[in-house]
């Protein structure tokens, strides 16, 4: 464990000749979430370092729930546009309890097991944001009358 969110999927998609406002893109999936009315769905924009900690800064829709968090990027690359989004876990301060001698592993474990629920709605924010965004995307699509090329999704 890292005290790092740890990466748990992976899914991209691009089109070819496509112009598109990342932030509109965001404001559809924001408007699709609400609709939805998911409960303790949290939508926010996140800035990110594109090389290092001082470059430019790419805005994410951050997407969240409980310690699930999505992170979507819509940007355009050359002439195509490129639809990003990871799904990571957030250890939080559970992964220092690792470092505990003899017991850390055991109370790390017991931590974080999970009840059928919890997994349960765990299951449903992935599945359910994933098929927002792969709509959204189809709609640009639509619209554009330009074809996508999804990846299968893969564990980082």
Not at 32 to 52: L, Q, T
Not at 125 to 134: D, G, M, P, T
Request: hydrophobic share 40%; glycine share 6%; with cysteine.
């Amino acid at each position: 464990m890292s005290l790092h969110p740890s990466i748990i999927d992976h899914w991209h998609s691009q089109c070819d000749d496509l112009q598109l406002s990342s932030n509109d893109f965001y404001a559809t999936i924001e408007k699709a979430i609400e609709e939805k009315g998911f409960p303790h769905v949290n939508c926010n924009r996140k800035k990110k370092s594109v090389d290092w900690y001082f470059s430019e800064k790419r805005e994410y829709l951050a997407i969240s729930f409980d310690k699930l968090e999505f992170l979507l990027c819509a940007a355009p690359f050359g002439r195509s546009y490129f639809f990003s989004w990871y799904l990571t876990f957030d250890y939080g301060g559970i992964a220092m309890v690792e470092w505990i001698p003899l017991i850390g592993k055991g109370l790390a474990k017991w931590a974080m097991r999970k009840t059928y629920f919890e997994i349960d709605t765990e299951i449903m924010f992935r599945e359910s944001i994933k098929a927002i965004v792969n709509g959204a995307i189809a709609e640009v699509e639509r619209a554009s009358g330009v074809r996508t090329e999804q990846t299968q999704p893969s564990v980082a």
